[in-house]
């Protein structure tokens, strides 16, 4: 006798859901809290519903043999009677598991996870779907039957689900997806026109916005007046040296500047000439995250690294995070990069190179991204910049993805070696720049990123395979207790991306100052640092 169903349900499906609930509520790469672990469970739960049914759909139109059981409703009983008690074994485990990697982030251990509240979130979530699905299946159960009259019926079924599958897909990013871009990106360009306390126009001459800029300061943006204001000054930056110091120049265009990438950059590129920014030591040209935000972290360190004698330019193309830009159109970041690098490369290309400026390249998330696909190796082999540091470069980046998988094969994922790193090394937590034996080569890239950085270590791949970051040693930020499942570690880490900063300083996508002064320092190579004074800079950026 075949397998019964329950009077809604299909038991199959039902087991497999269960199953998925379960395996949901094991750790990924950040700790969760219980209303998010109770969404993710319930689109686990819908999502092996559908699996189990899908799967058993397409045994029988196969047509092959169906499996006999002696017993009836006993194992229809027993199979979910196991998969519950499976959940009810790993609800009781989710705080251990939350704690693991709570305490590996420094972080409180929590007193409950709220096992029930998460439970009847997940069945909320589930229902609610189960609904939506049901409705679509009758949908195109009955274009089926209609197109069942005209042409056989198995071809019908299959023309019946890929038309209302079709209709579905187009109605979603044709109607839903555009009105909550345009809502998303009224809502965050209205923010970006917000001004935070205390932030005013300046009146230094050299910064950007004042009364001789080129650049309006009502254009500027949100992230991008805060980037001007807040940076350290002269006085800080002397005082903390014990020397007198420069006043470090920024640089930072925003996306109502001017209508273009190449616009914004023609612009850029006036300003750093009017404020003589090409006499300085060092210029960076950073990309900001999609919000147009600089990480103060990375940008106010190579400054007190270099007393003050830096430039800092910058070109805002985005209002939304950098996990939604990814998700919408992540070459945003690469047109906005590759405008603003080409237009101040082939200036800098024109000065002697006895007195013109180190040119480096920098960003963070989104920015990284844009960044690393700002510069063509190839045409700038005869006069090449003089490094990079790239920090939490999210999975699509071209160069990121290239190294990572060419890397030694001794070396983890998670921290690459390149050939003899004489080119580009990475690092963590901890600085392993310094190579013993090896000496850098003329051009000098590192990647910063941690273990639990999902929008490094996310990919679409994770559905399907177990990744290279769970293989041998792990990361010393992901809980020993991490496991991959089909599919469901693919959600999680997914649904990781939106709280990748929900972190303290040093794990997840919230990079340390300390880890920047390292990267700075190893591309940069500034003069006169001991190690006690590179400690005295680390302290410092660790209580401001």
């Not at 970041?333 to 013109?356: D, G, M, N, V």
Request: net charge neutral.
């Amino acid at each position: 006798m075949a397998l019964p169903k329950m009077k809604r349900f299909s038991i199959i499906g039902l087991v497999t859901g269960v199953i998925f609930f379960a395996m949901s509520l094991t750790p990924s790469l950040l700790p969760r809290p219980y209303f998010l672990q109770g969404i993710i469970s319930g689109i686990a739960l819908t999502t092996g519903y559908g699996v189990g049914v899908g799967s058993l759909w397409l045994w029988r139109y196969l047509e092959l043999p169906e499996f006999k059981y002696t017993a009836t409703k006993w194992v229809a009983i027993l199979s979910v009677g196991g998969a519950l008690s499976l959940a009810g074994f790993f609800l009781w485990r989710m705080t251990e598991w939350q704690d693991s990697i709570r305490i590996l982030m420094e972080m409180e251990p929590l007193e409950t996870s709220h096992r029930w509240r998460v439970a009847w979130i997940a069945i909320g979530v589930a229902l609610a779907l189960l609904i939506i699905v049901r409705i679509v299946s009758r949908v195109s159960a009955g274009t089926s039957r209609r197109l069942a009259r005209v042409i056989p019926r198995r071809i019908a079924v299959v023309c019946g689900v890929a038309l209302v599958g079709f209709a579905l897909i187009t109605l979603i990013n044709g109607v839903a997806a555009k009105w909550a871009l345009r809502t998303a990106d009224a809502g965050f360009a209205r923010l970006d026109r917000v001004i935070d306390d205390g932030v005013e126009k300046p009146t230094d001459p050299l910064a950007s916005g004042s009364a001789g800029s080129f650049i309006q300061w009502e254009n500027i943006g949100r992230r991008g007046k805060n980037f001007i204001v807040d940076g350290p000054t002269q006085a800080e930056i002397s005082e903390f040296l014990g020397r007198d110091a420069q006043s470090p120049l920024r640089v930072y265009v925003g996306l109502n500047s001017a209508d273009t990438p190449e616009n914004r950059a023609v612009l850029a590129l006036r300003e750093l000439q009017r404020i003589e920014a090409f006499k300085r030591k060092v210029l960076v040209v950073a990309t900001p995250t999609g919000t147009g935000w600089l990480d103060p972290s990375g940008v106010d360190t190579v400054e007190y690294l270099h007393g003050g004698d830096t430039a800092i330019v910058s070109s805002q193309y985005s209002y939304l995070p950098s996990w939604m830009t990814i998700l919408v159109d992540p070459d945003r970041s690469r047109r906005e990069a590759y405008a603003l690098f080409q237009e101040i490369y082939a200036h800098w290309t024109t000065l002697p190179k006895a007195s013109r400026p180190r040119l480096y390249l920098h960003g963070l998330s989104l920015g990284a991204l844009g960044s690393e696909a700002s510069t063509d190796l190839v045409s700038m082999l005869g006069d090449p910049i003089d490094g990079a540091v790239w920090s939490g470069a999210p999975f699509p980046s071209t160069i990121w993805k290239s190294l990572t998988k060419t890397r030694n094969p001794d070396s983890p994922e998670w921290l690459p070696r390149v050939r003899d790193s004489s080119f580009v090394r990475f690092s963590a937590q901890e600085n392993v720049l310094d190579t013993p034996g090896v000496e850098w080569g003329p051009l000098r890239i590192v990647y910063l990123q941690y273990a639990s950085d999902p929008m490094v270590f996310f990919s679409p791949d994770l559905l399907f395979s177990k990744p290279d970051w769970l293989k041998g040693d792990r990361g010393p930020d992901v809980s020993l207790y991490v496991r991959w499942f089909p599919i469901v570690t693919a959600l999680q880490v997914g649904a990781d991306l939106p709280v990748a900063t929900n972190v303290p300083l040093g794990y997840g996508h919230n990079y340390a100052p300390s880890t920047y002064i390292d990267g700075w320092i190893a591309v940069t190579a500034p003069e006169g640092w001991a190690t006690q004074e590179i400690t005295k800079l680390k302290e410092h950026f660790s209580v401001e």
